[in-house]
């Protein structure tokens, strides 16, 4: 049972950058797949970026190229780097991991941050 907490959410301009952290109350180690999903009203929730323990690593078409996503097992914490943020990227992002391989459903959730660019 392992519980996620993100953080760093907020508002910023576009063109604008913002990293999300997401802290766990237990060792990462052992999470194959930390991954970061979004949802913005009206729409369903979407995968952004997933990565391994071994550092592969997937992410949204969307977001490729501005987002980067990476983790630091010694400090059991997973982040989301994003640069040139674009209004449509606004949504509440929530930090997801999965003990073995990354599949739908997750096995934990964060409660989420919200995230929203102005134009």
């Known amino acids: 049972q392992v519980q996620l907490v993100e953080s760093g959410g907020g508002l910023v301009q576009a063109g604008g950058s913002l990293r999300l952290s997401c802290a766990a109350s237990?060792?990462?180690?052992?999470?194959?797949?930390m991954a970061w999903y979004r949802q913005a009203p009206g729409k369903q929730r979407e995968l952004v970026a997933a990565?391994?323990?071994?550092?592969?690593?997937n992410y949204a078409d969307s977001v490729k190229g501005r987002f980067t996503i990476s983790r630091d097992n010694a400090k059991n914490t997973v982040y989301l780097q994003m640069n040139s943020l674009k209004p449509e990227d606004t949504a509440v992002y929530y930090c997801?991991?999965?003990?073995?391989?990354?599949?739908?459903?997750?096995?934990?959730w964060g409660q989420g941050t919200q995230v929203t660019v102005s134009s």
């Open positions: 997801a991991a999965k003990p073995i391989i990354c599949s739908w459903p997750p096995s934990s």
């Open positions: 237990g060792s990462i180690f052992s999470l194959n797949c």
């Open positions: 990565i391994t323990s071994g550092g592969s690593t």
